[in-house]
């Protein structure tokens, strides 16, 4: 099982970024995936999730500016963060939900003026 996060940076506040996350060696379709992220000296936590039909979940810090999709035919999911905030800076990784304890490197956001 590999999980490879892209697509991090530094963003001003209020700026947007997209994450993408490409799994390989798993049966992708049928699984719940989620996006967590972990801030310096903070656990790591699930921001949101999605079921193999589509539906979404979000931690409530996030909700209304974050989105996350799939497409199945790449194995792939997203983040689409709007409105980035300095608190949203950690690095963030993708898993399953419930993970496992494979971890990919993970994609570092800084939102920073």
């Known amino acids: 099982v590999q999980l490879v996060e892209s697509g991090g940076g530094l963003v001003q506040p209020g700026g947007p970024l997209r994450l993408p996350c490409a799994a390989f060696?798993?049966?992708?379709?049928?699984?719940?995936m989620g996006w967590y992220r972990q801030a310096p000296g903070e656990q790591r936590e699930l921001v949101a999730s999605i079921s193999s039909g589509g539906s979404t979940n979000y931690v409530g810090s996030v909700k209304g500016r974050f989105t996350i999709s799939r497409d199945n035919a790449k194995s792939t999911v997203y983040l689409q963060m709007n409105s980035l905030k300095p608190e949203d800076t950690a690095v963030y990784y993708c898993?399953?939900?419930?993970?496992?304890?494979?971890w990919g490197q993970g994609t570092q956001v800084t939102v920073s003026s």
């Open positions: 898993n399953r939900n419930p993970h496992i304890d494979i």
């Open positions: 060696g798993i049966f992708f379709r049928p699984l719940q």
